[in-house]
């Protein structure tokens, strides 16, 4: 759920309506995900000039390349040799009704007939997935064993929620599909996990404490720790490049009207994530640091290869809830800048491990439909 990815298509024309509803509110929403999953975009037009895959204004992109044509494609992360990628879709021309996730082989790119490999078990909903150390594994959330049938998903209502499935645990798989190891078994939620650098940690959501936290455990699963304890969804973890540190995504609520409404709508198995800001922490939760306060959605973040700077995805500078676009911040919030230009969708950024591209989720030349597809890009400093 980094955002079950979310729905992002569901997201923004969630926003068109809300936002315009409520000028003033500066509630926002992300997700990746999601969590997130993706949401109606394409609700307008580009107005800026689309030349092939890149905008003008984006310096730091480069040779900019779609592999995805169709579907809601998101969260797609590196293999740590940059030669994959790992991602989730819910491409109906692919015979699956929610999120599964599939590998992508960069030195073979996909044209719009051909689907890439499936690697989770085409039952339930699966989110965030990463891949193992060495590459021949990797690890994902499903609820396939407490149903092999898509969950059921909210309405939609004033509101934008996101559905936090009891279901949901973190499982291991090999490139061909087959389970082999179940990591996490508690009751609730337990996902959004992603691998350290150094191939030693896992870091997690869960809501084993009754709040949803961040945990991180070995890679075999032993040695589960809580990194959070403040009141509210933090979720969307990364590790830094050293492995020393965590950027995260967080709604915590402050007043005790918006501590009432978040825990009545966890109660339910619910969280609104359209308030969200960005946090930085070491990896046993000390010397926690926000490092945004931008106001309406701050999310995706993942750490640039230098370690100093934060890639994600917000919607702060947007008037209706969209677009969603790519941002840099220092790791001391300093220094923010602009990194993609859409009028409607990008997020899910992920630098390869040689820094050299970023791969990204967008809306872009999409035909004007509500369709997430998958983008590559050379990086400029």
Known sequence: ??????????????????????????????????????????????????????????????????????GDNAEAYFSTD?????????????????????????AKPLDAETQPPLVSTGNGRTTCSFFMPGNKSLLYASTHKGDKACPHEPPRGEKYVWPIYDDFDIFVSDLEGNIIQQLTDTPGYDAEATV???????????????????????????????????LGYDGGAFFSPDSKQLIFRSSRPKTEEEQKEYKDLLAKGLVQPTKMEL???????????KITDLGNANWAPYFHPSGKKIIFSSNHASKRGFPFNLFM?????????????????????????DGKQLVFSSNRNNGGTRETNLFIADWVE
Request: with cysteine; charged share 20%; glycine share 8%.
């Open 1 to 70: 759920m980094r955002i079950s990815l979310f729905n992002l298509v569901i997201v923004l024309s969630f926003f068109i309506c809300v936002t315009s509803c409520n000028q003033g509110n500066t509630n926002k929403n992300p997700h990746e995900e999601a969590k997130g999953h993706h949401h109606g975009h394409g609700a307008e037009k580009p107005q800026k000039e689309l030349t092939g895959l890149r905008y003008e204004e984006e310096k730091h992109l480069a040779n900019v390349r779609q592999l995805t044509f169709g």
């Open 196 to 230: 350290s650098p150094d191939g030693k940690k896992i870091v997690f959501t869960s809501i084993r404490s009754g709040d949803l936290e961040l945990y991180t455990m070995d890679v075999d699963g032993k040695n589960v720790k809580q990194v959070t304890t403040g």
């Open 329 to 353: 911040i220092n790791v001391d919030g300093t220094g923010l800048e602009q990194i993609t230009y859409d009028d409607t969708f990008d997020s899910f950024p992920m630098f390869s491990y």
């Open 82 to 106: 940059d030669k994959q990628l790992v991602f989730q879709s819910n491409n109906n021309a692919w015979g699956v009704s929610c999120d599964q996730i599939y590998i992508y082989d960069l």
């Open 279 to 289: 946090y930085v922490c070491n990896v046993d939760g000390t010397a926690l640091t």
